[in-house]
């Protein structure tokens, strides 16, 4: 399982008991009671690389696991239809007698997909496999990785048509290498990996995060000497295909290790764990305009001991973050919101109240409901807990793409100097339509507050520019998102003045 790049890898997890966040006078957020969702005497684990365990898209939620039930590791799946309030039974994803784990799931609608490290071959290597009706089927395991050495830890990530993976490959003794593979068909084929990171050193623990055709990659490395982890970063703005120069996302002496990052539409944010305090503390770094700028580091957590191991989520201007913490003695899951885009943040939230070790958590978001899965050995051996918010995520999700299939919208012409027509389309009536116009920072510019006598009707609304010079318009792009009850869309524009 690359034990050698793995070494400075610490786990995580998530039990809980019931509580109350109250926020600007009003009840915000309500965590249920832990869930269990393995029952076998193996052990079970979430993965310890910062790959997402947890998916969710609407009401189905999807986790992924590794478990020796059957003499040697496997991928495991589960499922909820309803939103997390009842599962589904455990399926087994592979079935060979090399070892396989860590794995990572993303979803988009109903098609979901499941990467992994495998060593059926003796030597790891990464796999994937997809289900095309929601994770009822799955299909073959298709192997990803081409390259020679040994290859795992991935993290997958889904916009659209492309699936987007990045994984560790362990080529040199004494040193690692982040590498990207894309696939434009649904998983049958996987185009020539791509090096992302050069440097000598290790190179680990990568996250990806995609949002139309731009695709971001997180990961630490050690270029300037083992005890001197840093955290870098590298995005791509079309699909993939071509790469910008590695940017350097921290500044320190000590370790910077295993990145969470996470997109929604033009604001990309890292969350990371760093030493620079003495112990290990959470931190957050954001851009606003694609990746090409950042904002500084933000310090998250404040405790004497130690937090390890951040799982970030983006939804709108919400940001979910999950940890493992050790201020309780034993390790336990905390949570921390956002709800503006990271310019301020609650405070700390303890999810789990047990003696037992929680650890290597993962959050995930759909919808007004938040996802957490984690490992945890309360039972006597490691079982994988799941824990939800219900009303977590408040506000609706300005997603792009197939992410709200239900509506359509397009803007015309685009890009456009003086007037652009926004026409849009609904499959099911709604109680409550607006279009929304933001610039690439997230302000909001203008608001269309859309009559509700369209109904499952087409119509249109013109956005003349010219009208918005009190908001400080300007040439560059904006973000036109229909928003119809709890289901939206995005369209980028190009204003040219």
Same mark, same amino acid.
């Given at each position: 399982m690359l034990n050698r790049v793995r070494s400075a890898l610490i786990t995580r997890t998530v039990p809980a008991a019931l509580m109350l966040v109250v926020q600007g006078g009003f009840l915000f957020a309500q965590w249920e009671s832990d869930v269990r969702l393995t029952n076998d005497s193996d052990s079970s684990y979430t993965s310890n690389n910062n790959a997402w365990c947890v998916a969710a898209h609407e009401d189905t939620v999807h986790v992924v696991w590794y478990d020796n039930r059957d003499g040697n590791y496997e991928i495991y799946y589960k499922r909820s239809e309803d939103g997390g309030a009842t599962w589904g039974a455990d399926m087994r994803l592979t079935n060979d007698p090399g070892l396989s784990c860590m794995p990572s799931v993303a979803v988009s609608g109903?098609?979901?997909?499941?990467?992994?490290?495998?060593?059926?071959?003796?030597?790891?290597?990464?796999?994937?496999?997809?289900?095309?009706? $929601?994770?009822?089927?799955?299909?073959?395991?298709?192997?990803?990785? @081409?390259?020679?050495?040994?290859?795992?830890?991935?993290?997958?990530?889904?916009?659209? $048509?492309?699936?987007?993976? @990045?994984?560790?490959?362990?080529?040199?003794?004494?040193?690692?290498? %982040?590498?990207?593979?894309?696939?434009?068909?649904?998983?049958?084929?996987?185009?020539?990996?791509?090096? %992302?990171?050069?440097?000598?050193?290790?190179?680990?623990?990568?996250?990806?995060?995609?949002?139309?055709?731009?695709?971001?990659?997180?990961?630490?490395?050690?270029?300037?000497?083992?005890?001197?982890?840093?955290?870098?970063?590298?995005?791509?703005?079309?699909?993939? @295909?071509?790469?910008?120069?590695?940017?350097?996302?921290?500044?320190?002496?000590?370790?910077?290790?295993?990145?969470?990052?996470?997109?929604? $539409?033009?604001?990309?944010?890292?969350?990371?764990?760093?030493?620079?305090?003495?112990?290990?503390? %959470?931190?957050?770094?954001?851009?606003?305009? $694609?990746?090409?700028?950042?904002?500084?580091?933000?310090?998250?957590?404040?405790?004497?001991?130690?937090?390890?191991?951040?799982?970030?989520?983006?939804?709108?201007?919400?940001?979910?973050?999950?940890?493992?913490?050790?201020?309780?003695?034993?390790?336990?899951?905390?949570?921390?919101?956002?709800?503006?885009?990271?310019?301020?943040?609650?405070?700390?939230?303890?999810?789990?109240?047990?003696?037992?070790?929680?650890?290597n958590p993962s959050v995930a978001s759909s919808g007004a409901k938040v996802h957490v899965v984690w490992g945890d050995d309360r039972d006597g051996n490691w079982e994988i807990y799941y824990k939800r918010n219900p009303t977590g995520n408040t506000g609706i999700e300005k997603l792009a793409g197939n992410a709200a299939s239900t509506i359509q919208l397009t803007a015309m012409p685009n890009p456009f100097t003086k007037l652009t027509t926004v026409s849009f389309g609904l499959e099911h009536s709604a109680e409550r339509i607006g279009l929304s116009i933001y610039d690439a920072t997230g302000r909001l510019v203008k608001y269309f507050s859309v009559s509700t006598s369209y109904l499952s009707n087409s119509a249109s609304v013109v956005w003349d520019g010219r009208d918005d010079h009190d908001k400080q318009m300007g040439s560059g792009v904006y973000f036109v998102t229909l928003e119809a009850d709890d289901r939206s869309v995005t369209e980028k524009i190009l204003v040219v003045k």
């Amino acid at each position: 399982m690359l034990n050698r790049v793995r070494s400075a890898l610490i786990t995580r997890t998530v039990p809980a008991a019931l509580m109350l966040v109250v926020q600007g006078g009003f009840l915000f957020a309500q965590w249920e009671s832990d869930v269990r969702l393995t029952n076998d005497s193996d052990s079970s684990y979430t993965s310890n690389n910062n790959a997402w365990c947890v998916a969710a898209h609407e009401d189905t939620v999807h986790v992924v696991w590794y478990d020796n039930r059957d003499g040697n590791y496997e991928i495991y799946y589960k499922r909820s239809e309803d939103g997390g309030a009842t599962w589904g039974a455990d399926m087994r994803l592979t079935n060979d007698p090399g070892l396989s784990c860590m794995p990572s799931v993303a979803v988009s609608g109903s098609e979901v997909h499941v990467v992994w490290e495998d060593d059926r071959t003796q030597d790891p290597e990464v796999y994937h496999k997809r289900s095309t009706d $929601g994770g009822v089927t799955w299909g073959s395991d298709v192997l990803v990785t @081409t390259v020679a050495g040994s290859q795992g830890m991935p993290s997958v990530a889904v916009f659209g $048509g492309g699936i987007h993976v @990045t994984w560790t490959d362990v080529t040199l003794m004494g040193n690692s290498e %982040i590498y990207y593979g894309c696939s434009t068909d649904v998983g049958t084929t996987w185009g020539t990996p791509f090096r %992302i990171s050069n440097a000598t050193g290790f190179s680990t623990s990568s996250s990806i995060a995609a949002h139309e055709s731009d695709i971001h990659i997180a990961w630490h490395d050690s270029r300037f000497g083992w005890w001197n982890n840093e955290i870098y970063y590298r995005c791509s703005l079309d699909g993939g @295909t071509t790469w910008g120069l590695e940017t350097r996302l921290t500044e320190d002496t000590t370790f910077s290790n295993v990145p969470s990052i996470a997109v929604s $539409g033009n604001n990309v944010h890292v969350v990371w764990e760093e030493m620079r305090d003495g112990n290990f503390e %959470i931190y957050h770094k954001r851009s606003t305009n $694609g990746g090409q700028d950042w904002t500084s580091d933000a310090r998250l957590t404040t405790n004497t001991a130690d937090s390890h191991c951040p799982s970030l989520t983006a939804s709108g201007s919400n940001l979910h973050v999950v940890w493992q913490d050790n201020r309780d003695v034993n390790e336990e899951i905390y949570y921390k919101l956002s709800n503006d885009h990271g310019s301020s943040w609650d405070p700390d939230m303890r999810l789990t109240v047990e003696q037992s070790v929680s650890q290597n958590p993962s959050v995930a978001s759909s919808g007004a409901k938040v996802h957490v899965v984690w490992g945890d050995d309360r039972d006597g051996n490691w079982e994988i807990y799941y824990k939800r918010n219900p009303t977590g995520n408040t506000g609706i999700e300005k997603l792009a793409g197939n992410a709200a299939s239900t509506i359509q919208l397009t803007a015309m012409p685009n890009p456009f100097t003086k007037l652009t027509t926004v026409s849009f389309g609904l499959e099911h009536s709604a109680e409550r339509i607006g279009l929304s116009i933001y610039d690439a920072t997230g302000r909001l510019v203008k608001y269309f507050s859309v009559s509700t006598s369209y109904l499952s009707n087409s119509a249109s609304v013109v956005w003349d520019g010219r009208d918005d010079h009190d908001k400080q318009m300007g040439s560059g792009v904006y973000f036109v998102t229909l928003e119809a009850d709890d289901r939206s869309v995005t369209e980028k524009i190009l204003v040219v003045k």
